[in-house]
């Protein structure tokens, strides 16, 4: 196998795949309009480069309250929805148990209904509350409630987890409605807001897609998406005729034939990310696969930013650590309690 990579002057990405005797190339990204991100950066595409630091955020403040943790486990057995499955006894119900952990701000008001976001793998657990109280309490967020949600176990195609993200239907959304929320609510003395405006999905790999399905498949549900290296690929099991391509089918159909939906989306790849020489008929570059989502978005007005991360790996630790703070920020931006 052999690649190569040109960003010189923010140019073309290319990559050449040789199977046998035969090369077969992957088709290049035009990265040329792609602006440097800054602080001050709104809607579009952009791209930032090494070394990456941790945002000043990350740090904890003695000036500022602290909002508490609760700590949840579910059992599939109560679950009318995922019961569980297991990829080495395909057919047969497998009971697992399922972590969730749960953010509450200092500034929550019992019995108000609070604005919240959901977590898929848990991701940014342990960071996250560090960032809620400081961003909070400096109002460049609101007040809002993390969950962060572990998945049912395992990874792809005839995993539970695979079949939870990587399924392109309302389920999971319905899941999170049905059976995480009113757990929460119930456990940790909280309401939640039914204004999907002040509802946010977010995650990494599978869980960012899994983010992103739950608002293009529940858009009364959510509008506000964050996602690092999506996979937006065609990770489906089992397959369905009327998406046969997975999440690749969100920018090769579904987002381009439909209606522009009220979303907000911040979107991450990075350079060296899964499959990176992947040819296009692989259905499973995710470079490719993010940047062709970010040309779809555009051309369909929607408000998104798109960041490219030059040297970057999968849910890439430092690029999350540097650009989390402000992907809430832009995330959120506009929002106003009703």
């Known amino acids: 196998m052999k690649a190569s990579l040109l960003f010189g002057g923010l140019a073309l990405a290319s990559a050449s795949v040789f199977l046998g005797a035969k090369a077969i190339q992957a088709p290049p990204m035009d990265l040329s309009h792609y602006a440097p991100y800054g602080p001050k950066a709104g809607d579009g595409d952009y791209i930032i480069e090494p070394p990456y630091s941790n945002a000043p955020e990350l740090t904890p403040r003695s000036d500022v309250p602290k909002g508490k943790i609760y700590r949840i486990v579910m059992d599939s057995r109560d679950s009318k929805i995922y019961p569980g499955i297991e990829k080495t006894h395909p057919g047969v119900i497998t009971p697992y148990r399922r972590r969730v952990t749960v953010y509450v701000p200092s500034q929550y008001e019992a019995g108000t209904e609070s604005p919240f976001f959901v977590s898929q793998d848990s991701m940014g657990s342990g960071e996250m509350p560090t960032i809620l109280d400081n961003m909070i309490a400096d109002k460049r ?12 176990g395992n990874d792809a195609q005839g995993s539970q987890r695979g079949l939870e993200y990587d399924t392109l239907s309302p389920w999971y959304a319905q899941f999170v409605e049905w059976e995480v929320l009113p757990r929460v609510a119930q456990e940790c003395h909280v309401a ?3 204004d999907p405006n002040a509802r946010m999905t977010m995650g990494g790999s599978s869980g960012g897609a899994c983010a992103f399905t739950m608002a293009w498949y529940r858009p009364d549900l959510y509008h506000r998406v964050l996602t690092y290296s999506g996979t937006y690929v065609n990770q489906a099991w089992p397959p369905d005729p009327v998406t046969l391509h997975g999440a690749w089918e969100y920018h090769e159909h579904l987002i381009p034939q439909t209606r522009t939906k009220p979303l907000r989306i911040w979107m991450e790849v990075g350079a060296n990310d899964l499959r990176p020489n992947d040819p296009e008929s692989t259905l499973h570059n995710w470079p ?5 989502m970010a040309a779809v978005l555009k051309a369909k007005h929607y408000h998104y930013q798109f960041v490219f991360a030059k040297e970057a790996r ?6 999350v650590r540097q650009t989390l703070p ?9 929002y106003h309690a009703r």
């Not at 967020?141 to 049912?152: E, Q, T």
């Not at 490719?288 to 062709?292: G, I």
């Not at 999968?314 to 690029?319: P, Q, R, W």
């Open 141 to 152: 967020l609101p007040s809002m409630i993390g969950i962060f949600i572990d998945s049912g």
């Open 192 to 194: 939640f807001t039914k």
């Open 288 to 292: 490719l696969a993010n940047v062709k």
């Open 314 to 319: 999968h849910v890439d630790g430092g690029v």
């Open 326 to 334: 402000q992907a809430l920020e832009y995330v959120w931006k506009g």
